[in-house]
Each structure stands twice: as structure tokens, then as C-alpha cells.
């Protein structure tokens, strides 16, 4: 299997969804019935695609944590511990802390990053030619000096970028490519690599998670980027994700792997 991971953690929306940190106008229309029908989706998506899924608890107390990419970064032998940029979402670490003990995820040695540094997950893009950290308004240099010094066998290269997170623009799938929507974010950022470039009106689709084989999970509703992916040889699997652009959240936001790279 060509993917970085076997497994992922996944946590439900809680019913204070509806609460989460959004710059979405639609944030107001947060159906939370339909989001847990479209979590459900999701993961029977990815049960489907042949990841093991770890589901963990709805927080109540925390009305974004459903988006679990940002939390930590979490490896087989390592895992970095986030700081949120987003202070109403501290806490959310902690919780996911409690929840790999509790549920005896099979990780690595756990480190945390410190005052001044932020971390979050929806800036880390992993690839199996470095690691690439989006400097944005949720993470800073010093966290991504700490990610560095954490993931010390890898290269860990910092790139600006004026996105909710790097993530939002662009995402890894294999043999070195990326789906970009080179609008939001410059593909000279990633020498070398090679790219499926979706066009400005579809760039929420840029956030992409690749399954494996070819699978590729994208948003439901967006013809032009599902028509590149084929042309670029990838199979694409469309999900529901309406309640969670509402959100300012996409599809790699929903579940936290946990990485074979290190």
C-alpha cells in the first residue's frame, strides 16, 4: 500500500458544532444532525478504503474538535503534541492525550510544543520528501522550530502562507505530486514536485486525502477537479462535506493519522 498510514483517529461533531471557529458566512446554517450523518459517511469511507479507524468520544466542550488533523501529529515512533494558535481550542490536546491512553493507541514516544510555539496539524504536509509547515495565523516559526527538533531525521521546511491553513490550498498524494489550487498556493513552494492544479472556483477541493492505489477522497460537487484527478491517472472518491465547509473545515481535517514515516 503506496499511503503513509494504516490507521486514524476520527471524533464525531458534538452538538455544539454549531459554536465552532468559522469565517464561513454559511457557519449561521450548521445543520449538526446532517454533519453526524456526514461523519458517518466519512468513516464508513475510509473503514471502506481499509484503514483501521479509531473512533473517539464527541467533546461537548469543544466545538471544533472534530476536526482532529490539528491536535498532534501523530507517528508510530514519535508524536508532537500541538499548541493552538486558536485559543478557544486549547484544551482539545489534552483530550487527545487522555484518549491515546485510554484507547491504547499503538504511538510513539509523546513531545509537546511550548510557549511562544504554535502548532497546528491543518498546517503540516507530509510527503515522503520532507515535511512542509505552512507559517500561518495558527502556527508560527517557533513551533515549526520545535516540529524540526522533534522530527530530527527529517527536513522540515517552513512556507508562508495568508491561508486558515497550508492545507486548505494543497495536499500529498503519491509519487511525488500534490493536488494545488495554485491560487491559493504557489506551487514554486515544492521544487521538484509535480502537481494536478484545480482552478480558483473549485480550490476547497484542494484539500484532499489520499487513500491509497490511486484513491483519492475529495468533496462531493466538484467536476473539474474530479475530471484532472482522472486525467492525472488518480481514482477519486467523493464525500459529503457540506456541514464541515461551513466549518472552514475539509477533508483532511477530519481524522488524524498516524504516520508510518516516523
Do not use: W
Amino acid at each position: 500500500m503506496d499511503r503513509f498510514f494504516d490507521a486514524v483517529l476520527v471524533r464525531p461533531p458534538a452538538n455544539s458544532y454549531v459554536n465552532c471557529v468559522s469565517t464561513n458566512p454559511a457557519k449561521a446554517d450548521i445543520d449538526v444532525r446532517l454533519a453526524k450523518d456526514q461523519h458517518k459517511e466519512y468513516v464508513s469511507t475510509l473503514r471502506e478504503s481499509g484503514l483501521r479507524v479509531i473512533e473517539l468520544r464527541p467533546l461537548e466542550d469543544f466545538p471544533d474538535s472534530v476536526f482532529m488533523q490539528d491536535p498532534a501529529l501523530l507517528g508510530s515512533r514519535r508524536v508532537v503534541i500541538s499548541r493552538f494558535g486558536e485559543r478557544s481550542r486549547m484544551g482539545e490536546e489534552k483530550a487527545l492525550q487522555d484518549d491515546l491512553s485510554d484507547h491504547r493507541v499503538e504511538v510513539g514516544k509523546i513531545q509537546f510544543v511550548s510557549y511562544p510555539g504554535t502548532l497546528e496539524g491543518g498546517d503540516i504536509l507530509v510527503t515522503d520528501h520532507g515535511i512542509f509547515v505552512g507559517e500561518s495565523r495558527r502556527t508560527n516559526r517557533n513551533g515549526i522550530r520545535q516540529l524540526s527538533t522533534y522530527l530530527d531525521n527529517l527536513e522540515v521546511k517552513a512556507v508562508k502562507t495568508d491561508l486558515l491553513h497550508l492545507l486548505c490550498g494543497c495536499s500529498y498524494l503519491n509519487q511525488k505530486t500534490m493536488i494545488i489550487a495554485p491560487d491559493s498556493v504557489s506551487p514554486e513552494l515544492f521544487p521538484g514536485f509535480r502537481f494536478v492544479t484545480i482552478p480558483r472556483e473549485e480550490a476547497y477541493a484542494a484539500d484532499a486525502l489520499y487513500l491509497g492505489e490511486g484513491r483519492v477522497l475529495v468533496p462531493s460537487g466538484f467536476p473539474k477537479t474530479i475530471m484532472k484527478l482522472r486525467e492525472a491517472g488518480y481514482k477519486p472518491t467523493e464525500v459529503q462535506m457540506s456541514e464541515f465547509y461551513k466549518g472552514d473545515g475539509g477533508v483532511t481535517c477530519l481524522c488524524s493519522p498516524v504516520y508510518k514515516l516516523f
